[in-house]
């Protein structure tokens, strides 16, 4: 933002200058996902990940409901917060393993994690994290290690 | 060996074995009575070559190198089972077991899974066949073997494993909360999170509270089950016969976790 700023004012406000900042920027150009994902886009994106049912929309409203994101219930006229620590505070982080623990339950015997890792993370993952869905001690397990993973934490 | 031993292992071995008939394997059970089978699937990786070293093996200790464990006789060596296979030593307790045939060893075992993967491993181990085949585990296919004469099966976790699930009705059972088919996912998150400078201190905060909220929320008193352990099911002569549970986790300090 410092940069942005930066531009701005030495561009005497030149917008083009600025968007042209805005890429040049080394974060823009990071592969690897940086920003912590919020419930909503957390619970789309297991969902999507374990092959839900889209249609299912109650899971997906508990869920939300659940993880501090329910449906029109923003606590403040600005809406949702925006920024990582808003989301990612010591409760949430339980909240949603405890969620994605639930899920995999479930979900587990019908999927493979080494498959599903591949799928929804690829090349993304870390060394570490992929080693550790390899070592969970069962199938639901390392489902639940794989969505709680950072990369998949993250969008 | 006692009578006892002779009929629970023919009944085992018929159990467990492909020659398993209707015939042989109600025969067997009727032989053996009123028995209850407990049946504990440790997962999780497990470093056999520390549990049980090949000692008697003239490679062992080359290939071993300085993880070799000693040999029998020696100061802190392995405890012999017989002249090829031993115990590590903190088993002595198992040793003792083993000693009056009360624990029975299978070493270098293996299944025709190849793939490496940990769970389809599991999977053949269970199905007891060399294929996941329909879902139906080798316990479950006892009961039906074992037809009208068939005892009631638990398991205990949220879901049913493989090995019991299949066309034969079992029950199952889970304490409060504890996912027993879970691992501790927490405790692999923190090494997972630990160059992470946004999710580690969330982590570690919040299973701190949590524990806390545990301990001030338990219940106490003599109907309080912190978990499997402390777990009574069917203790009495009237519960089901066949008892499944799924404790993970078998890493101790000395059994390194292998790599898959």
Same mark, same amino acid.
């Given at each position: 933002v410092a940069r942005l700023e930066k531009a701005w004012l030495d561009s005497n406000g030149a917008l083009d200058w600025v968007a042209a900042t805005l890429i040049d920027s080394p974060e823009a150009w990071?592969?690897?996902?940086q920003k912590f994902k919020t419930p909503y886009e957390f619970v789309v994106s297991t969902m999507r990940a374990l092959s839900g049912?889209?249609?299912?929309?109650t899971s997906a409203t508990r869920a939300l409901s659940g993880l501090g994101?329910?449906?029109?219930?923003?606590?403040?006229?600005?809406?949702?917060?925006?920024?990582a620590g808003d989301w990612a505070t010591p409760d949430a982080i339980i909240k949603r393993m405890y969620w994605v623990e639930d899920l995999a339950v479930e979900r587990g015997p019908f999927l493979d994690p080494h498959a599903v890792a591949g799928e929804v993370l690829g090349p993304m993952l870390s060394v570490e994290g992929a080693e550790a869905v390899k070592r969970a001690q069962n199938r639901a397990e390392g489902l639940a290690i794989l969505l709680m993973s950072p990369e998949f934490q993250r969008r | 060996m006692s009578p006892l031993d002779s009929t629970r292992r023919a009944f085992l071995a018929a159990a467990a074995g &492909? &020659? &398993?008939t209707p015939l042989s394997a109600r025969a067997a059970y009727a032989a053996v009575g009123p028995k209850k089978l407990i049946v504990l699937i440790c997962r999780g990786g497990m470093d056999g070559l520390s549990v049980v @070293? @090949?000692?008697?093996?003239?490679?062992y200790r080359a290939l071993r190198g300085a993880i070799a464990l000693g040999g029998f006789?020696?100061?802190?060596g392995a405890l012999p089972l017989d002249s090829v296979f031993g115990l590590h030593p903190s088993l002595s307790f198992c040793h003792g077991l083993a000693q009056q045939s009360q624990l029975r060893v299978a070493p270098s075992v293996s299944t025709p899974? !190849?793939? !490496? $993967?940990h769970f389809q491993s599991q999977d053949v181990l269970e199905a007891?066949?060399?294929? !996941?085949?329909?879902?139906?585990g080798w316990l479950n296919r006892t009961l039906t073997a074992l037809g009208a004469a068939a005892p009631s099966a638990i398991s205990v976790g949220r879901q049913s494993p493989l090995i019991l699930r299949g066309p034969a009705p079992s029950a199952s059972w889970s304490p409060g909360? /504890?996912?027993?088919?879970?691992?501790d996912v927490g405790y692999v998150l923190q090494d997972l999170y630990r160059n992470d400078p946004l999710l580690a201190p969330a982590l570690a905060r919040g299973l701190e509270t949590e524990i806390r909220a545990r301990i001030a929320t338990r219940p106490t008193g @003599?109907? !309080? $089950? $912190?978990?499997?352990?402390?777990t009574r099911i069917g /203790?009495?002569? /009237?519960? @089901?016969a066949i008892k499944l549970a799924c404790r993970m986790? &078998?890493?101790?300090?000395w059994a390194k976790p292998s790599a898959d």
């Open positions: 990071e592969a690897r996902p049912d889209p249609s299912d929309l994101q329910g449906q029109a219930g923003p606590t403040s006229p600005e809406g949702w917060p925006d920024t | &492909l &020659l &398993l @070293p @090949p000692i008697g093996d003239p490679s006789g020696e100061p802190g899974e !190849r793939s !490496r $993967s007891g066949t060399a294929k !996941r085949a329909a879902g139906v909360h /504890a996912a027993t088919e879970m691992g @003599p109907g !309080r $089950s $912190s978990g499997f352990g402390e /203790a009495v002569g /009237a519960g @089901p986790g &078998l890493h101790s300090n």
